[in-house]
């Protein structure tokens, strides 16, 4: 039911990721959710695991649980969000440029170091 949602938030946090490579980078490529270096051929794909969604509705649960006006609970839930994303996308700008410049450690600082913060 909201997988075409996530999906496509998914294409929009990959498109503005897109924007910022850009400034630096004119050799990517974006197909979709995809972020490709032109020259290199790494790619990167935002997927509904890298959307950030679970960590936000994770903070609007706990907002909405807490004992507040409403008026500061709408106000923690647009600065949470954006906060959430904003790391999320430079995030997701990080892991492009390890794909690309460390493709060695890539695996390494995507899945070994996500787990360990999660298991915290």
């Not at 032109?38 to 609007?60: D, I, N, P, R, T």
């Not at 706990?62 to 106000?75: C, R, T, Y």
Request: net charge positive.
């Amino acid at each position: 039911m909201l997988l075409p949602a996530i999906n496509f938030f998914c294409l929009i946090l990959a498109k503005v990721a897109a924007v910022f490579i850009h400034l630096f980078d004119n050799s990517l490529i974006i197909t979709g959710p995809v972020l490709r270096h032109g020259h290199h051929g790494f790619a990167l794909e935002v997927a509904k695991e890298c959307s950030g969604l679970s960590a936000s509705w994770l903070l609007l649960v706990a907002i909405v649980a807490f004992e507040s006006p409403w008026k500061h609970k709408l106000w923690g839930m647009v600065i949470g969000l954006l906060i959430i994303q904003t790391i999320n996308l430079i995030r997701l700008i990080s892991l492009y440029y390890i794909g690309d410049w460390l493709p060695d450690y890539f695996v390494l600082i995507h899945e070994r170091v996500a787990r360990r913060v999660h298991k915290r």
